[in-house]
């Protein structure tokens, strides 16, 4: 006679409210992504993540509440998928270029992602406050890749002439002008985009 199951530990209250927002902002990306940030109404997570409007509202309060949220989320998965990687490991000139692929390849997987360049383009058609929020979430990057150009400079891995901050901004830029033209273009192919701006960052930074 087989021994029975092993009971499931409960949950803890604490699992429980992190499942629930999980679920919420996997939902609120869905929609945004299929059907526009205008889809993305509290009662339309709620139902869509198998809970009721109330619980979306009580979880992020307001429309800011939830694309802070939302923007929490996407950092903390490119920040995962980073770690995954080893960045800091490599030398500065491999940790950009490491950093590009993976933003690339989650732009190419995760609703999460898309879902955040949607809501920055229309805070920034709408002249909204909520500008801010990317804006603070754009110069961390930039500040963070402009410290691995100081660092590959001082490594020698990269040409000690370039400018950081102009590197930082330029990289920055490019992943911006990418994720923008995903979305007005959802079928494009990323992959040879992303080979082809490996190969050309690493040209254009490399040392001689």
Known sequence: M??????????????RRDESERRLLGAAAGLIVERGVGAATFENIGVRAGYSRGLATQKFGSKQGLIEALISQSQARLDESLTERDIHALPALEAILAFVDVFL????????????FMLMAGAIADLSDLRSLFAATHTGVE??????????QAEGGIRPEIDA????????????????QLLIDPKMNLA????????????????A
Not at 2 to 15: C, G, N, V
Not at 143 to 152: D, F, K, N, P, Y
Not at 165 to 180: K, Q, R
């Open 2 to 15: 087989s021994a029975p199951l092993a009971a499931r530990p409960r949950r803890t209250q604490a699992e």
């Open 105 to 116: 390849r989650n732009l190419d997987e995760d609703d999460d992602i898309r879902a955040y």
């Open 143 to 152: 500040r963070h890749l402009e410290a691995l150009v100081q660092r590959g």
């Open 165 to 180: 901050d102009a590197a930082a901004l330029m990289v920055g830029s490019l992943l911006l002008g990418l994720s923008m």
């Open 192 to 207: 040879p985009i992303r080979e082809t701006s490996l190969a050309a960052l690493r040209q254009s930074f490399a040392a």
